[in-house]
């Protein structure tokens, strides 16, 4: 029976009522008669307590009685004047036995003692009287004058607080009685194993010591103080009046047994008919729940049980079993759907993929399969982490950067095969699907991507290609526009050698804007598949002239030599003037932008077989041999030794472009003693074609 079943709290609750009502009749009674017993324990303790006190003023009263009467003796007053002092002494020791004191004696008014019917062998001291120590001892004294003429003569009589006092309060008050001092110390007790020092509480005359428990000789006690003195004095002297409780005590004991045994009775016996009743109220639940159980764990054919009686029971058989045949019918139109979905989700392009709250896979489309390359036999259970491995960051996680639902992300995986690939993903939260073998009941995560590797590309291209080629225009415009101004100024006036300096910068400016439209102009036609050769005979010198006019004012600006090195008697060339030229000019600003201000380049006219082989050498930086293979690519420049170069990436491009339209190749080395050498070669004779298009 399980703790939170509605059985289990049924019989909790009929445990707790049994508890409660047993205890409520119980505990009240044994608290009322304990709290009784206890009253009138400390009851008796206070009439005995009085009573005590009553005896020690009765016998205050009759030691005073006797010493009157003492004094006031004809006899005493004669032998005292005759100063018969062996007579006087045994008169006292007469008188003392026939009143009951314990001390009686005689002394002067210096204090010296003339007779004494006890121990006693000095006089007190009229301060001294009353309750008190004398010697250690407990002691009530009375003092009065024999002779009241010179020499007077004192009389004192006492009578002892010890044993045979003590036992006379005992059997006059049924208590024990002790005599403590104001320390606490007992100096006389009537009962045995008591401690020296008795538990007392400061008390000033006329005030009741607090009540004590205390033990001695394996017995309790209920305890009172009190001081013993006439009415406001200080006393030095506490009468202890104890009462034994052992038959209190025991009566409480048994008291409480007697309440725990029929408590724990009745308990018994209630949780057996609790559980009796229960079983035979729950037996009919149980059934319907285990049915409901095994349905809810997915097994819709179990039997359901039906019942007639009670009512209530009955209303829940029947709406469980009508709730099993719409949970059948449910299920036969879920799974034609499914079949249906898993049809169109597998004949879609995009990968689709589900995992659940642990990040593991359960579902993996045949669109996911085709981007990533994993078959959805393998990936089944595993996680998505291991899945998606991120490309630009080995040591984060893929679900680290699936974005919120709703929005979409693109994030950069590797393929089964290392390749990487853009995904633009999205995701949502689907419903439980209640299938345990994937995780059912737990909200699980679709992911729909797609592969935008090429769109990405494309994106970052346009990108990095408008964010170069506005700076390639605005810088010499910006320069044009300054040189303008200046001219415009009709404060000042140039001199022809100033406005040639002037339009210098100018001049280059407009060769840097007209070799970047060349350069956009044959890539876009390039792109379009639009590129074509006008070819016809011509030296190629006709081109380096050309190429190195519309160069000259960059050189001159940055003051670098050209130098021409060429082979005799070269043979003309069959192509296209123009396109040749501007491959002369690409390379020849080309090695003038990553040569030092003040360095010369070398243009080489070298004829080898029937290939006319052209160079520009510079005194660059060179080109580390990893980039080497990528500089002929669109889009594609490296920063010069001296300081920051700008351009789009398109000339070298253009260059290869056009030399292998041409039937040639190009290349670039490092030379021995620093800079670049970029060459091409291309045939000397070409075969005849008039004006047709070459490859592209």
Known sequence: MKLNSSSMRLLLGFFALIILTTLSAGVPAFWLTRTQLERE????????????????MAEQNRVQDQLVLFTERPTLQRLISEQQTGDLQRYLQEFRAQSGLDI?????AGDELLAAADGVTQCVPGE??????????????????AVSEAPTVTATAGTWLEAPFLERLVAATGVEQSIVSADGLRLASSFAGADNQAPLAAATAGETAPRQTLTAAGRTYYAAYAPVADSGEESSLFSETALAVDDVIATERNAF??????????ILLGSLFSFWFVRQVNAPLEELTTAADLLGR??????????????EVKTLSEALYRSQASMLDALRESSDAGERLN?????????????NPQGKITFWSEGASSLLGWPADEVLGRPVNELFSLAEDDQAQFLDYIPPAGQKREIAVLTRGGKPRVLALTHSELSPSGDPRVGGDAVQVALVFRDVTEEEAVRRLRSYFLANISHEFR?????????????????EVFTLDEVRQLLRPSHVSLLSLQTLIDNLLESSSIEAGQFSLRLRTFHIHEAVENAVNIARPLLERRRQALSLAESPQLPKIEGDTARLTQVLVN????????????QPIELQLVQQGDMLHVAVADRGPGIPEAEQGHLFRSFVRLGSGDQEQYGIGLGLYVVKTIVEAHGGQVGVDNQPGGGALFWFDIPLRQKEKADEDSPG
């Not at 001294?128 to 004058?145: E, S």
């Not at 810088?475 to 404060?491: C, Q, V």
């Open 41 to 56: 324990a400390w009851k008796q303790v206070g009439n005995a307590q009085s009573a005590t006190q009553s005896l020690l």
């Open 104 to 108: 009686l004696l005689l002394c002067t």
């Open 128 to 145: 001294a009287t009353g309750f008190t120590v004398l010697n250690g001892r407990p002691v009530f004294l009375a003092q009065g004058t």
């Open 257 to 266: 047994f007697i309440l725990a045994i029929s408590t724990a009775t009745v």
């Open 298 to 311: 997915g097994y819709l054919t179990t039997p359901i049980p039906l019942f007639a009686v009670p009512v």
């Open 343 to 355: 049809a169109i989700l597998q004949s879609v392009v995009e990968g689709v993929v589900t995992y």
């Open 475 to 491: 810088t010499p415009l910006s320069t044009l526009i300054a040189s303008m101004e200046l001219l415009l100024d009709e404060r």
């Open 587 to 598: 390379l020849i600003i080309n090695a003038s932008k990553y040569s030092a201000i003040g």
